[in-house]
Nanobody, 113 residues
Framework: QVQLVESGGGSVQPGGSLRLSCAAS????????MNWYRQVPGKQREFVAS???????RYADSVKGRFTISRDNAKKTVYLQMDMLKPEDTGVYYC???????WGQGTQVTVSS
């Protein structure tokens, strides 16, 4: 079955960096567009970034220029490098494959001074 395991979250000060990882299994990872979403309590889950291939990625306006999504098909892993973090980036981050209705447990990111 589809399994997604996010890791790498933590607590950082504004301006800091974190690198999230999402290890995938149970599906043919290479052909799927992979996405990162985030959610804060009381709000809908929101799109952060997606990657189809090494040359096709997309970002929410709020993270453009600060976050970088990448993938390693051999390791079946998608990454999210987050730099210049802001308090409003706080939330639980999830990865998801396009057209597969499966979510991992998420990883908490807290940006606070």
């Amino acid at each position: 079955q589809v399994q997604l395991v996010e890791s790498g979250g933590g607590s950082v000060q504004p301006g800091g960096s974190l690198r999230l990882s999402c290890a995938a299994s149970g599906f043919f990872f290479n052909i799927y567009t992979m996405n990162w979403y985030r959610q804060v309590p009381g709000k809908q889950r929101e799109f952060v970034a997606s990657i189809q291939s090494s040359t096709h990625s997309r970002y929410a306006d709020s993270v453009k220029g600060r976050f970088t999504i990448s993938r390693d098909n051999a390791k079946k892993t998608v990454y999210l490098q987050m730099d210049m973090l802001k308090p409003e980036d706080t939330g639980v981050y999830y990865c998801k494959a396009d057209n597969l209705n499966s979510w991992g447990q998420g990883t908490q990111v807290t940006v606070s001074s």
